[in-house]
């Protein structure tokens, strides 16, 4: 390890005599370019850099200039050079450092403003390999880790946000100390999320699902006030390219969305994903994360009256997502109870304007919904580390079904079925969902064994006078014995959907043969823990 140098304490406040800039986003560049030559600032460039900003008539430097070596292959080898990287790293108060910036002619560059390749929008765009690599940016990682480093005399920007900061501070002088560190940080942040997004599109290329190392990076969106509880800190980080939903809903009206309501929201608009709203208008019911009621209906009124029927109580500030544009019809029939957010792909006029009366509820839309097929990574922190799993991107179809028991199911119980293992597995495991005609009528969720669940899911619907007669029951998980399916029997259900695989199916189907229900296998299991 290198010894660090004899140099005093980094100066408080510098002014910048020579700025660095390379960018492949140009917004602000002419202006920003304009306001440092009027500070008095020596600007040198590259390429398509350098001609914008020489086109508006600022005196600017060619890197070459300094480093007296041509820009070469295809603009790969530009800012590679002790020129350069000395300008940046030169330790000013360091003898050794400043007698070798003399002896070698090299002079300090006090602001570096590189933003890097666009590489996650040719991935996100779906470039070819071979566009993909050449977006992988190799000088602007360098030099920006080299300004960081020596954040003591040089101020780092890699967006136009840090630009702006520095050129507010030339205002009273230079760069302080304070705002090199600041900028420093952001700027080894913004390359190791650079370096996450090649790594992790690397490991794609070669199929690897989990390499030997993970990296993930995101975005900081939003600091909350408290976190689960108030006295836990938390934040909103993004991911490049996200998913549709929370992390690209507008938020059109509402308080400020909290730990709790995003997480909630979350899966929220993740369940109502399930349906395409090409069969219909759907909605969603989420409190705590559990869905507490589910419907499909003719209109998407009607869709929100049958989801709140199933838990009219849980509903109560709790998250409604319909999977169409809000209309002014639903949206008065979801004032008349306290909700805490809705989550739309778009919404009418007119259904906006029924929520403007009600200041605190936050109303989100997102533009689109979610492919629920599509695969990609889901993440949970572990002490010490985090589990990786890919997302459950599980749908089952009729044709998917196996049929275990004597009786065969009509054709009006395989579409319960069918929507009550989709609700299913969007509940807490252990998971019980009693549904009929594209309503659900009871959820139990999150209980240690299977039995308690199908109890209280039925209890449930008693409370809200709902009859379970004739209705599908889907368990997320195989019934480990017959004493489940019984309660639910018990409770009005005729037909019964489940993964199977338990030791003790044989006396399970022969209970189901026995009460006379109909049951279907669907060879795959949905936790969700």
């Given at each position: 390890?290198?010894?660090?140098?004899?140099?005093?304490?980094?100066?408080?406040?510098?002014?910048?005599?020579?700025?660095?800039?390379?960018?492949?986003?140009?917004?602000?560049?002419?202006?920003?370019?304009?306001?440092?030559?009027?500070?008095?600032?020596?600007?040198?460039?590259?390429?398509?850099?350098?001609?914008?900003?020489?086109?508006?008539?600022?005196?600017?430097?060619?890197?070459?200039?300094?480093?007296?070596?041509?820009?070469?292959?295809?603009?790969?080898?530009?800012?590679?050079?002790?020129?350069?990287?000395?300008?940046?790293?030169?330790?000013?108060?360091?003898?050794?450092?400043?007698?070798?910036?003399?002896?070698?002619?090299?002079?300090?560059?006090d602001i570096l403003y590189v933003n890097l390749y666009p590489f996650e929008a040719?991935?996100?765009?779906?470039?070819?390999?071979?566009?993909?690599?050449?977006?992988?940016?190799?000088?602007?990682?360098?030099?920006?880790?080299?300004?960081?480093?020596?954040?003591?005399?040089?101020?780092?920007?890699?967006?136009?946000?840090?630009?702006?900061?520095?050129?507010?501070?030339?205002?009273?002088?230079?760069?302080?100390?304070?705002?090199?560190?600041?900028?420093?940080?952001?700027?080894?942040?913004?390359?190791?999320?650079?370096?996450?997004?090649?790594?992790?599109?690397?490991?794609?290329?070669?199929?690897?699902?989990?390499?030997?190392?993970?990296?993930?990076?995101?975005?900081?969106?939003?600091?909350?006030?408290?976190?689960?509880?108030?006295?836990?800190?938390?934040?909103?980080?993004?991911?490049?390219?996200?998913?549709?939903?929370?992390?690209?809903?507008?938020?059109?009206?509402?308080?400020?969305?909290?730990y709790n309501n995003i997480n909630d929201t979350d899966a929220a608009f993740e369940?109502?994903?399930?349906?395409?709203p090409a069969q219909g208008p759907a909605v969603a019911i989420i409190k705590h994360?559990?869905?507490?009621?589910?419907?499909?209906?003719?209109?998407?009124?009607?869709?929100?009256?049958?989801?709140?029927?199933?838990?009219?109580?849980?509903?109560?500030?709790?998250?409604?997502?319909?999977?169409?544009?809000?209309?002014?019809?639903?949206?008065?029939?979801?004032?008349?109870?306290?909700?805490?957010?809705?989550?739309?792909?778009?919404?009418?006029?007119?259904?906006?304007?029924?929520?403007?009366?009600?200041?605190?509820?936050?109303?989100?839309?997102?533009?689109?919904?979610?492919?629920?097929?599509?695969?990609?990574?889901?993440?949970?922190?572990?002490?010490?580390?985090?589990?990786?799993?890919?997302?459950?991107?599980?749908?089952?179809?009729?044709?998917?079904?196996?049929?275990?028991?004597?009786?065969?199911?009509?054709?009006?119980?395989?579409?319960?079925?069918?929507?009550?293992?989709?609700?299913?597995?969007?509940?807490?495991?252990?998971?019980?969902?009693?549904?009929?005609?594209?309503?659900?009528?009871?959820?139990?969720?999150?209980?240690?064994?299977?039995?308690?669940?199908?109890?209280?899911?039925?209890?449930?619907?008693?409370?809200?006078?709902?009859?379970?007669?004739?209705?599908?029951?889907?368990?997320?998980?195989?019934?480990?014995?017959?004493?489940?399916?019984?309660?639910?029997?018990?409770?009005?259900?005729?037909?019964?959907?489940?993964?199977?695989?338990?030791?003790?199916?044989?006396?399970?189907?022969?209970?189901?043969?026995?009460?006379?229900?109909?049951?279907?296998?669907?060879?795959?299991?949905?936790?969700?823990?």
């Amino acid at each position: 390890m290198p010894a660090a140098p004899d140099y005093p304490s980094a100066p408080d406040l510098v002014a910048p005599k020579r700025a660095l800039l390379s960018v492949s986003d140009k917004t602000g560049l002419v202006e920003a370019a304009q306001i440092l030559h009027a500070a008095g600032v020596e600007l040198v460039s590259t390429g398509g850099t350098k001609a914008a900003i020489a086109a508006a008539g600022v005196p600017v430097k060619d890197v070459s200039d300094l480093t007296q070596f041509p820009e070469m292959m295809d603009g790969r080898v530009k800012t590679l050079h002790p020129i350069v990287h000395g300008g940046l790293l030169g330790v000013r108060d360091a003898p050794e450092h400043a007698k070798a910036m003399t002896d070698h002619g090299i002079g300090g560059i006090d602001i570096l403003y590189v933003n890097l390749y666009p590489f996650e929008a040719t991935v996100a765009k779906g470039g070819s390999y071979a566009e993909c690599v050449e977006n992988i940016d190799i000088g602007g990682p360098a030099m920006i880790r080299s300004a960081a480093k020596n954040h003591g005399y040089v101020a780092v920007c890699t967006d136009p946000t840090d630009l702006s900061e520095v050129l507010e501070a030339l205002k009273t002088g230079g760069t302080t100390l304070a705002l090199r560190q600041t900028l420093a940080a952001r700027a080894y942040a913004r390359t190791a999320a650079y370096d996450a997004a090649i790594s992790t599109w690397f490991a794609a290329q070669l199929g690897q699902d989990f390499p030997a190392r993970k990296a993930i990076a995101g975005e900081l969106r939003q600091v909350m006030r408290y976190g689960e509880n108030p006295h836990q800190k938390a934040a909103f980080y993004a991911f490049p390219n996200p998913r549709v939903g929370v992390a690209t809903a507008t938020q059109l009206q509402g308080k400020e969305l909290s730990y709790n309501n995003i997480n909630d929201t979350d899966a929220a608009f993740e369940l109502i994903a399930e349906f395409d709203p090409a069969q219909g208008p759907a909605v969603a019911i989420i409190k705590h994360a559990n869905p507490c009621g589910v419907a499909v209906g003719g209109t998407q009124r009607e869709a929100y009256e049958r989801a709140l029927a199933c838990d009219p109580t849980s509903a109560f500030g709790g998250i409604v997502a319909v999977n169409s544009r809000l209309t002014r019809e639903a949206a008065l029939a979801m004032v008349e109870i306290f909700t805490e957010v809705v989550i739309a792909p778009e919404a009418d006029d007119d259904a906006i304007e029924v929520f403007a009366a009600k200041k605190n509820l936050r109303l989100l839309v997102t533009g689109g919904l979610p492919d629920a097929l599509s695969t990609g990574d889901t993440f949970k922190s572990v002490a010490g580390g985090f589990l990786v799993q890919s997302r459950d991107d599980a749908r089952i179809k009729a044709s998917d079904l196996k049929i275990v028991t004597q009786r065969q199911p009509t054709d009006e119980e395989v579409r319960d079925m069918l929507f009550a293992f989709t609700v299913g597995k969007h509940v807490k495991s252990n998971a019980i969902v009693y549904a009929r005609a594209g309503q659900t009528l009871g959820v139990g969720a999150g209980q240690m064994n299977r039995k308690d669940s199908a109890r209280i899911a039925a209890l449930r619907a008693a409370d809200f006078g709902l009859d379970l007669k004739g209705c599908a029951c889907a368990s997320e998980a195989f019934f480990p014995f017959a004493d489940g399916l019984i309660q639910a029997a018990e409770a009005g259900a005729t037909a019964i959907i489940q993964p199977g695989g338990s030791m003790r199916d044989p006396e399970v189907i022969e209970a189901a043969d026995k009460l006379g229900l109909t049951m279907a296998f669907t060879g795959v299991r949905v936790f969700r823990h």
